[in-house]
């Protein structure tokens, strides 16, 4: 078993190994809290997990409350929350007890606002059972829900109690589903780990490259849980992949939005010298070869014009994650509305194909 420690106030640890949801109540029962816990998950999910994860807190002493929602992108909104914060007040939970996100990212986004928001807030748990949950999303306290203008703009931080890592759940990801997950893993060597670059190239176990992931996550987060420095790094990609999974109307998974983000800002860069050359060549075959989007039929100006609503502007400027060498990545603040000349260049090669 891998164990690793965020520490961030109060700390909270990550658990990464197999049969890990056969012990989520044990767990969950050494935090010292209630013993009432909602279990949040998707019908997906719900269909191959919940029973077991239901079982597992039962057995612990825990009364198990579940609410589980329609998957996909459309149900990331606000009244999906208000949905689950009646459920949890009808189902008696305090100030003492926890949520537990059974699902993907977007389980968790979802389950720790609810959580941020129950009686002013409430601890939570992570139970990711998908590769980029396991690599990114769970790790971190970042909440959210969609609104109608763009992805995640409403939410809050809030750190979970537990990560538990599973990786039997990853046995039953559709290929597409595990290889989106590799985009996120892939942007962690981007960002600062030409190592983990290597490892991913010479198939090393997911195990190890996994942790890896979490080890730099957590050492970033711990330096910069609001998200105001260095953690932006961890945006790479995303000003962009986030565009493209809007004007897609959410058919492209985030990971591969992510994929195609992280070419955008390599070819960018290169051509604007901001980057050593090589760099987007290797990020292409990298991500090529987990069969995940290299190129999309949006031109630069409309990517340009849907990302002039990220999360990550401050007034007329947005700050850009850009590589800068193998293994090494920069923050670029750069005006708005010099956004669609700066990836214009795009077109043709990542753009607008």
């Given amino acids: 078993m891998n164990k690793l420690t965020v520490n961030v106030r109060p700390p909270y640890d990550i658990l990464l190994d197999r049969g890990l949801l056969r012990q989520a109540g044990l767990l969950a029962a050494g935090l010292e809290t209630g013993r009432r816990v909602m279990i949040v998950s998707d019908e997906t ?13 039962a057995e612990a002493g825990f009364d198990a409350a579940s609410f589980v929602f329609p998957a996909g992108e459309a149900h990331k909104r606000l009244s999906t929350v208000e949905a689950l914060l009646d459920a949890a007040d009808a189902a008696g939970l305090t100030r003492t007890d926890l949520f537990a996100a059974l699902g993907g990212g977007l389980v968790g986004d979802l389950t720790g606002l609810a959580a941020a928001l129950y009686l002013r807030g409430v601890g939570f748990i992570q139970l990711p059972t998908t590769l980029l949950a396991m690599a990114d999303a769970a790790v971190g306290g970042k909440t959210a829900v969609n609104l109608a203008s763009g992805k995640n ?73 609001r998200d105001r420095g260095r953690r932006q790094l961890l945006n790479l990609g995303h000003t962009f992949g986030h565009a493209l999974e809007k004007l897609s109307d959410y058919t492209l998974y985030h ?38 989007p290299v190129t999309t039929p949006f031109r630069a100006v409309q990517v340009a014009s849907c990302a002039m609503n990220d999360k990550k502007r401050r007034g007329d400027t947005l700050t850009l994650v850009l590589p800068k060498a193998r293994g090494e990545s920069r923050l670029y603040p750069l005006p708005a509305a010099c956004l669609g000349d700066f990836i214009a260049c795009c077109d043709g090669e990542v753009t607008g194909c």
């Fill in 255 to 292: 990971g591969e939005g992510v994929s195609v983000g992280l070419l955008i800002a390599a070819w960018a860069a290169e051509k604007h010298g901001l980057c050593a050359s090589g760099v987007y060549d290797e990020l292409r075959a990298l991500l090529c070869a987990q069969r995940l």
């Fill in 45 to 57: 999910v719900a269909a191959l997990y919940l029973e077991k994860t239901r079982a597992a807190f």
């Fill in 153 to 225: 703009l409403c939410g809050v931080f809030h750190q979970p109690r537990l990560v538990l890592c599973d990786l039997d759940t990853l046995d039953t990801l559709p290929p597409a589903v595990f290889a989106e997950g590799m985009a996120e893993v892939i942007k962690y060597g981007a960002i600062c780990s030409a190592p983990l670059l290597d490892k991913i190239r010479n198939s090393v176990s997911l195990e190890d490259i996994l942790a890896d992931c979490l080890r730099i996550k957590g050492e970033i987060v711990r330096g910069d849980t």
